[in-house]
């Protein structure tokens, strides 16, 4: 049996009202801001999650979804959309599966308080995530979007970009 950790932190802050958003489906190039994966880069069949932290940005600074590694981190940004103005990211779900492919949902999620006024507007919601790991990072990643649109894949693939 595998043993698996996930402390999940999320930070909530204002919605951005109608910025661009990550299409449905698409592969995010997933070797790095410069084309090259760092030469400590480790990574490992069956890595342990160890935390993950998602962190509400402004959507208009994400130009499009990525993923890019470190020796013991996978970071990835992304948008996704509100169904109002009221709307924040969250992690819904984040685990390393049997065959060490990390997984993470994001989601649109309604943060008013009960009775609150929201604007009547798709929202688009940028977010920052990172997810640290023991013994190596995985091979591959697949993010999922639950937003506005509904439920599927934003970007998927292997760490050496293919």
Do not use: K, N
């Amino acid at each position: 049996m595998y043993r698996r950790s996930l402390l999940t932190a999320t930070a909530t802050g204002a919605a951005v009202a109608v910025a661009g958003c990550v299409g449905d489906g698409g592969t995010a190039d997933l070797s790095g801001s410069d084309g090259d994966q760092p030469s400590d880069l480790e990574t490992a069949a069956d890595p342990d999650l160890r935390s993950t932290e998602i962190t509400e940005v402004d959507a208009e600074a994400i130009d499009e979804a990525g993923v890019s590694f470190t020796s013991d981190a996978v970071h990835i940004t992304g948008t996704v959309v509100g169904e109002t103005g009221c709307h924040g990211v969250a992690i819904d779900d984040a685990a390393v599966d049997d065959d060490g492919e990390f997984r993470v949902v994001v989601a649109a999620v309604d943060e008013s308080a009960p009775g609150s006024m929201c604007t009547q507007a798709l929202t688009t919601v940028g977010y920052e995530l990172e997810a640290t790991f023991d013994d190596g990072v995985p091979e591959s990643v697949t993010v999922t979007h639950d937003d506005a649109h509904g439920r599927g894949t934003a970007m998927s693939g292997q760490a050496d970009g293919e």
